[in-house]
């Protein structure tokens, strides 16, 4: 039997939307069959910010393991973004062997500066100095251990000539209201 026959006159009275235990259990197994499958998690969460390229380096003199610095859009701490040549191929990542990507200094967890925090021989952010989270440059920010749950905001990368720039910005920084 339906349950919702069973509720029909409150269902009514509160003009709620009726949903029976079965179709929750349902739309329940499919949010999370889509959010285990491989890639569809970020494939819901990658939304980006687009704004006027700003250049932040050249390519001819970024080197492997030597972190750039810069501030994006805003010239302010929380607009703060490690820029780095990886030295292997990044997710999302640009340049000729795809290994130069750029993410927010701010740790998605309650905001510690990740600021001079890389770490060249794994390729990662932090630990953070708040609460030890690290975060993986080589997989759009995917954190590695810590508190932190959410993955680092990363930069919208383009080459122009020499020049790299940033043209937006993936995911919530932290302290933002919304997309910066
Ligand atoms: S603020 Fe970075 S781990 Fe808590």
């Known amino acids: 039997m339906d349950e919702c026959n069973l509720d029909k006159n409150e269902h009514l009275n509160n003009s709620a939307p009726c949903v029976s235990r ?5 739309a329940g197994a499919s949010t999370f069959v889509l ?7 970020h494939a819901f969460k990658l939304i980006v910010k687009e704004h006027s390229p700003l250049r932040v380096a050249s390519l001819s003199q970024l080197t492997e393991g030597n972190p750039v610095e810069f501030m ?6 929380m607009s703060s973004f490690t820029l780095v040549k990886l030295g292997e191929r990044g997710a999302g990542g640009v ?3 795809q290994d130069i990507v750029a993410f927010s200094n701010l740790c998605t967890h309650m905001g510690g500066p990740l600021n001079g925090s890389y770490k060249a021989k794994h390729k990662v952010l932090g630990p953070c100095p708040l609460h030890l989270t690290t975060f993986d440059l080589t997989r759009h920010g995917m954190v590695v251990s810590g508190h932190a749950t959410q993955t680092l905001p990363q930069a919208r990368l383009e080459i122009m000539g020499d020049d790299v720039y940033i043209t937006g ?10 997309l910066i």
């Not at 079965?22 to 349902?26: E, H, K, P, S, T």
């Not at 959010?35 to 998690?41: E, L, Q």
């Open 22 to 26: 079965r179709n929750f259990l349902l």
């Open 35 to 41: 959010s285990t499958m491989p890639g569809m998690a």
């Open 72 to 77: 994006f859009p805003l010239d302010n701490p």
């Open 95 to 97: 340049g000729k062997d």
């Open 169 to 178: 910005v993936m995911g919530l920084i932290y302290g933002q209201a919304g």
